[in-house]
């Protein structure tokens, strides 16, 4: 009998961030965010478009807690404009649980392969109609399958009329 090999999984073990140390955070726009930080002086930050930033766990912390829907999104930050790149401040603000049953719910090029791997139109639908909800979201998956170079004519043609994008740039 064959013998299984052993697959190591990645244990993540949580530890509270500090609140003077930065994090890096990743905007998921094609497009520049410009926020404010509440109650802070100088508190204007432009991440440039699919940039990064760095900021104070702190200043992370109260984002999340005025509910900026850059960061929070449409709630524990899913479909969130922006992502932040630390496992421990997600858990902290309440983006990912400490035991991995919760992540936070944005936008990747795998997630946008998955869609495209259903194997019916009305799965395809059904499942963008899901994932798919903001505007930087229409414009990721639509990048995507530009550069991606998908072509089923029927999916692509039902993303364009519910993005209400081009495959096409002009």
């Not at 497009?31 to 100088?42: A, C, E, K």
């Amino acid at each position: 009998m064959e013998k299984i090999k052993d697959i190591k999984v990645e244990e993540f073990t949580y530890t509270a961030p500090t609140m003077e140390a930065f994090t890096t955070v990743r905007s998921l726009c094609n497009w520049d965010l410009h926020f404010s930080i509440p109650g802070t002086v100088n508190a204007d930050k432009i991440i440039k478009s699919t940039g990064t930033i760095d900021l104070l766990n702190r200043e992370i912390k109260l984002l999340c807690d005025n509910n900026n829907v850059f960061f929070v999104g449409l709630g524990k930050g899913d479909h969130a404009r922006v992502y932040v790149e630390d496992d421990n401040m997600r858990v902290y603000v309440g983006f990912d649980s400490k035991d991995g049953s919760r992540k936070q719910n944005i936008l990747t090029p795998e997630k946008c392969q998955a869609l495209f791997d259903c194997k019916t139109q009305k799965a395809f639908e059904s499942k963008v109609k899901e994932e798919i909800i903001t505007e930087h979201e229409f414009d990721y998956i639509m990048r995507f399958v530009r550069k991606s170079k998908e072509n089923d004519f029927s999916k692509i043609s039902f993303l364009e009329e519910y993005t209400g994008k081009k495959y096409k740039e002009s």
